[in-house]
């Protein structure tokens, strides 16, 4: 039974940081694509960044590109969301999603090419 919980969100200001974690039970990490997505109230949820965690290979929404980063700790499943340089548009309920790497490339997928979700983690900048 694949469980993701976030946590690390809260408020932070504007050129500020925070960094959003998600601890990932109930498999390894080892062959998943892991992604951050987001969501603000009467907005799609969307893409911010994802991982290959067999490769490693990264991808990143261009809204973050250069300000957030993300990377793993397959030893702890662990995936983790570095946010620097953050601005009110960020401010967002943040998703943890995963799905088998199996199948189309991980910076291909949107929401329908993950299958499991954390609750989230509400972000406020």
């Known amino acids: 039974h694949v469980q993701l919980v976030e946590y690390g969100g809260g408020s932070g200001k504007a050129g500020g940081s925070l960094k959003l974690s998600c601890v990932f039970s109930?498999?390894?990490?080892?062959?998943?694509?892991m992604g951050w997505f987001r969501q603000t109230t009467g907005k799609e949820r969307e893409g911010v960044a994802s991982i290959a965690t067999g490769g490693g290979s990264t991808y990143y929404a261009d809204s973050v590109k250069d300000r957030f980063t993300i990377s793993q700790d397959n030893a702890k499943n662990m995936v983790y969301l570095q946010m620097n340089g953050l601005k009110p548009e960020d401010t967002a309920m943040y998703y943890c999603?995963?799905?088998?790497?199996?199948?189309?490339?991980?910076?291909?997928?949107?929401?329908?090419?993950?299958?499991?979700w954390g609750q989230g983690t509400q972000v406020t900048v």
């Open positions: 999603a995963a799905d088998s790497v199996a199948g189309p490339l991980c910076y291909t997928r949107g929401v329908p090419g993950y299958g499991y």
């Open positions: 109930g498999h390894t990490t080892s062959g998943y694509c």
